[in-house]
């Protein structure tokens, strides 16, 4: 069987030989789960809506870097700001926002950003969405907000987006929400009651209106008791984030790679569970490296782009509809960073998504891997889609290792495409199959080498925090 190294790197070539390696076994017998065309998501603070040039058509710049993400995709509004802002059906109103440009999640200094939303900013978003060609959901007020105020604003949402909108979430993370007055968070009885007063204000207004929930932010059991309250919805929904908070010591970049908060232990099987009693699917709607705003040096840097691609692969194994990482703003987890004005920039993590989109459509099938030492940390994602061999490997450790493929049997020759920056805390120079992101969604990958397969084996030296796409 042929050895194929990392084009650009000598470590590589120098140490495929001596290197320790990794096995690689794929079974396409076992079929895990068939990956939506629309699987890739971002989520954006609702408040942003408050700017109502930001999410529109003349807004080029977002417009192509969304396009060059996924050729089908959901776009998710809600977040924080979500449970303050407030809709108005006259336009005048949107000059009483002091929103900013763009408006993330900055360390959590939007989190109370309470702008008004206006038919005009709804409209926008028509023409953007259409432009992109994704889809959306859609956040309404629960804490603050009002059933009449949220039947309004549903009414108008989906009239103006028509089937570019998915379904509606009411509430934004309703476990961290807490009565006026009170200390106290709601119980998930004191949730389902305020939440079906507001969908049945919501289906009033809109007869044929989906809705997505709870969305919560760590109280897993709530997605099964919602599962068992057996309400209509399009899919269950809740978020994660793999590490924090950003000033505990403990959450770094290392942290990060070794799967932080691991979703495999940690949601799972209660996901796995609450699907099969609804018997509706599950997405991640909002979620990232790390909560409050990011870390310096984790959530901006080229650790973000491999635990990116890795998070999606995982989820795609399990089964899940998609998952939308949050963003906005000069957040320093944002896939997208910028203004309107002053153009707009694709962080490493949207990197990790470049090539986790290439299984979008491709059913997941079995891999395991050999036990690794204790300075390895080696991930790897096997698909098929129409005939050809997906696969994807993660080299999350600073030592390089060979990897040896098994049981790709019906690989034969292939193409690499690496996923590389400088240094693992790089926050600039970081390419996908040799290219780099414009401002504008400008992105030509190549393959940078091929690699042969033999009866289904073949070698891959890879060197320390690389990460690897191949067709065969």
């Given amino acids: 069987?042929?050895?194929?190294?990392?084009?650009?790197?000598?470590?590589?070539?120098?140490?495929?030989?001596?290197?320790?390696?990794?096995?690689?076994?794929?079974?396409?017998?076992?079929?895990?789960?068939?990956?939506?065309?629309?699987?890739?998501?971002?989520?954006?603070?609702?408040?942003?809506?408050?700017?109502?040039?930001?999410?529109?058509?003349?807004?080029?710049?977002?417009?192509?870097?969304?396009r060059a993400l996924g050729k089908q995709g959901v776009l998710r509004?809600?977040?924080?700001?979500?449970?303050?802002?407030?809709?108005?059906?006259?336009?005048?109103?949107?000059?009483?926002?002091?929103?900013?440009?763009?408006?993330?999640?900055?360390?959590?200094?939007?989190?109370?950003?309470a702008s008004?939303?206006?038919?005009?900013?709804?409209?926008?978003?028509?023409?953007?969405?259409?432009?992109?060609?994704?889809?959306?959901?859609?956040?309404?007020?629960?804490?603050?907000?009002?059933?009449?105020?949220?039947?309004?604003?549903?009414?108008?949402?989906?009239?103006?987006?028509?089937?570019?909108?998915?379904?509606?979430?009411?509430?934004?993370?309703?476990?961290?929400?807490?009565?006026?007055?009170?200390?106290?968070?709601?119980?998930?009885?004191?949730?389902w009651d305020k939440w079906t007063i507001h969908r049945d204000a919501v289906k009033a207004a809109v007869p044929g209106a989906r809705f997505a929930a709870p969305d919560i932010a760590k109280e897993y059991d709530w997605i099964t008791k919602m599962a068992e309250k057996k309400p209509d919805l399009a899919f269950l929904s809740g978020h994660y984030y793999a590490e924090g908070p950003p000033a505990d010591p403990k959450m770094t970049l290392e942290f990060l790679l070794h799967r932080g908060r691991n979703p495999a232990t940690q949601e799972f099987?209660?996901?796995?569970?609450?699907?099969?009693?609804?018997?509706?699917?599950?997405?991640?709607?909002?979620?990232?490296?790390?909560?409050?705003?990011?870390?310096?040096?984790?959530?901006?840097?080229?650790?973000?782009?491999?635990?990116?691609?890795?998070?999606?692969?995982?989820?795609?194994?399990?089964?899940?509809?998609g998952l939308n990482l949050h963003g906005g703003g000069n957040g320093l987890y944002t896939p997208i960073a910028g203004t309107l004005q002053d153009g707009l920039t694709a962080r490493p993590v949207y990197y990790g998504m470049l090539l986790a989109e290439n299984f979008s459509g491709a059913k997941m099938t079995a891999t395991t891997l050999s036990t690794q030492t204790?300075?390895?940390?080696?991930?790897?994602?096997?698909?098929?889609?129409?005939?050809?061999v997906k696969l994807a490997v993660f080299n999350k450790a600073a030592v390089p290792v060979t990897i040896k493929f098994e049981g790709a049997k019906s690989a034969r020759n292939g193409k690499l495409f690496w996923l590389q920056a400088p240094r693992i805390d790089s926050k600039e120079g970081v390419t996908f199959g040799g290219s780099a992101v414009g401002s504008s969604g400008e992105f030509h990958p190549n393959a940078q080498a091929g690699i042969s397969f033999h009866r289904g084996a073949a070698s891959l030296g890879m060197p320390g925090y690389s990460a690897v796409y191949i067709e065969a």
């Avoid at 979500?82 to 408006?103: C, I, M, Q, R, V």
């Avoid at 204790?374 to 050809?388: E, Y």
Wanted: glycine share 8%; charged share 20%.
């Fill in 269 to 321: 099987a209660v996901v796995r569970e609450a699907t099969k009693i609804l018997g509706r699917p599950y997405r991640m709607t909002e979620g990232n490296s790390c909560f409050h705003g990011g870390k310096p040096l984790v959530s901006d840097s080229f650790a973000s782009a491999l635990w990116s691609g890795d998070y999606w692969l995982q989820l795609a194994e399990a089964g899940y509809i």
């Fill in 116 to 191: 008004i939303i206006t038919p005009r900013a709804i409209r926008n978003l028509r023409d953007f969405i259409d432009a992109v060609g994704w889809r959306i959901i859609y956040g309404l007020n629960l804490w603050h907000g009002t059933p009449e105020n949220a039947a309004a604003e549903a009414k108008f949402v989906a009239s103006t987006l028509g089937d570019r909108l998915i379904a509606f979430q009411i509430g934004n993370e309703p476990d961290m929400d807490h009565d006026p007055g009170s200390k106290e968070r709601w119980t998930f009885d004191h949730y």
């Fill in 77 to 113: 509004i809600g977040g924080n700001t979500g449970e303050y802002t407030t809709w108005s059906s006259d336009d005048a109103d949107a000059e009483k926002n002091h929103t900013p440009l763009a408006l993330g999640p900055d360390a959590g200094t939007a989190a109370k950003t």
């Fill in 374 to 388: 204790a300075s390895q940390n080696v991930t790897a994602f096997s698909a098929m889609d129409r005939g050809r």
């Fill in 1 to 66: 069987m042929a050895a194929a190294t990392h084009p650009l790197s000598r470590l590589a070539a120098q140490t495929a030989s001596t290197n320790s390696a990794v096995t690689v076994s794929i079974d396409y017998s076992k079929h895990l789960a068939v990956v939506p065309a629309d699987f890739t998501g971002v989520s954006y603070e609702s408040a942003q809506l408050g700017h109502q040039e930001f999410f529109s058509a003349d807004n080029k710049g977002l417009v192509g870097l969304f």
